[in-house]
């Protein structure tokens, strides 16, 4: 049974930091490209950052370019998002998948912890 469970999420104000964190199991982690994704209230769920499997070669979306930054751990099959400088605009709930390669639609979903950045 494949599990990609978020944490890391909370209530935050502008400029402050959060790091969220993906704990894959049941899936050969290694052998996957990694994403987080967020949906706001009202919005469609769009692609924040994504990661190779291996290569650890990155792709962002304009508006977190410079602030997030994703990352992983094959040893603890985990990814990682690190966001600075947090602005109301990235407020949602924050979302973990698995894919094939960087390019690919999402196999394998992660139920999705919430950040708030709120003053």
């Known amino acids: 049974q494949v599990q990609l469970v978020e944490s890391g999420g909370g209530l935050v104000q502008p400029g402050d930091s959060l790091r969220l964190s993906c704990a894959a199991s049941?899936?050969?982690?290694?052998?996957?490209?990694m994403g987080w994704f967020r949906q706001a209230p009202g919005k469609e769920r769009n692609s924040v950052a994504r990661?190779?499997?291996?290569?650890?070669?990155?792709s962002y979306i304009d508006s977190v370019q410079g602030r997030f930054t994703i990352s992983r751990d094959n040893a603890k099959n985990t990814v990682y998002l690190q966001m600075n400088s947090l602005k109301p605009e990235d407020t949602a709930v924050y979302y973990c998948?698995?894919?094939?390669?960087?390019?690919?639609?999402?196999?394998?979903w992660g139920q999705g912890t919430q950040v708030t950045v709120s003053s």
């Open positions: 049941g899936i050969t982690f290694s052998s996957y490209a």
């Open positions: 998948a698995s894919m094939r390669t960087i390019v690919d639609d999402p196999i394998y």
């Open positions: 990661i190779t499997a291996t290569s650890g070669r990155t």
